[in-house]
T-cell receptor
Framework: SQQGEEDPQALSIQEGENATMNCSYKTSINNLQWYRQNSGRGLVHLILIRSNEREKHSGRLRVTLDTSKKSSSLLITASRAADTASYFCVTSGSRLTFGEGTQLTVNP | EAGVTQFPSHSVIEKGQTVTLRCDPISGHDNLYWYRRVMGKEIKFLLHFVKESKQDESGMPNNRFLAERTGGTYSTLKVQPAELEDSGVYFC?????????????FGSGTQLSVL
């Protein structure tokens, strides 16, 4: 099946709560990236984690990578309504491969 | 610095017509990619240019799709004749780093509706 499969497919939380999204992939990777797409807009790069890294932080974002389990997680802390978007993990091997994304809704 | 720009932002055409999408990458970016998202599903790779050469076009769905990047600057993606299943959002992205170790900068996409 598709590489870069996100879980859950949809997540609805209240503003201020944390949101955790997971991603699984199947083959070896050079790095893994997370992107966000707001409705009607393009994709925005959030964070890149290399295959030899285990954890990375950027502002309210925390990404982990477990290459033994071929999985990654994206944690958004203290969520805001503006975080409402689709989130995609992207694996890079021979080319970038997207999953279907997680639709995050943050309710004010 | 200007980002990746795509034109038009929306296009509504009838089945059988021709549509041409344009993408202007960030200046100096040799790598240019086309992706599309159909029916809110996964974002699928279409093709990858390195300068004016097609590096990988394995994602092009059929011969109704033609992509060009003359001179290695902007790129066009033409669909002729368009079919209903071609409806979706077409994204263009560019990157400076050779290969796929770097991040991509995406345009806002072209929403294509084929009626």
């Amino acid at each position: 099946s598709q590489q870069g499969e996100e879980d859950p497919q949809a997540l609805s939380i209240q503003e201020g709560e944390n949101a955790t999204m997971n991603c699984s992939y199947k083959t070896s990777i050079n790095n893994l990236q997370w992107y966000r797409q707001n409705s009607g807009r393009g994709l925005v790069h959030l964070i890149l984690i290399r295959s030899n890294e285990r954890e990375k932080h950027s502002g309210r974002l925390r990404v982990t990578l477990d290459t033994s389990k071929k999985s990654s997680s994206l944690l958004i802390t203290a969520s805001r309504a503006a975080d409402t978007a689709s989130y995609f993990c992207v694996t890079s091997g021979s080319r970038l491969t997207f999953g279907e994304g997680t639709q995050l809704t943050v309710n004010p | 610095e200007a980002g990746v720009t795509q034109f038009p932002s929306h296009s509504v055409i009838e089945k059988g017509q021709t549509v041409t999408l344009r993408c202007d990458p960030i200046s100096g970016h040799d790598n240019l990619y086309w992706y599309r998202r159909v029916m809110g599903k996964e974002i699928k790779f279409l093709l990858h240019f390195v300068k004016e050469s097609k590096q990988d076009e394995s994602g092009m769905p059929n011969n109704r799709f033609l992509a060009e990047r003359t001179g290695g600057t902007y790129s066009t993606l033409k669909v002729q004749p368009a079919e209903l299943e071609d409806s979706g959002v077409y994204f263009c992205a560019s990157s400076q780093t050779m290969g796929l170790t770097g991040k991509l900068f995406f345009g806002s996409g072209t929403q294509l509706s084929v009626l």
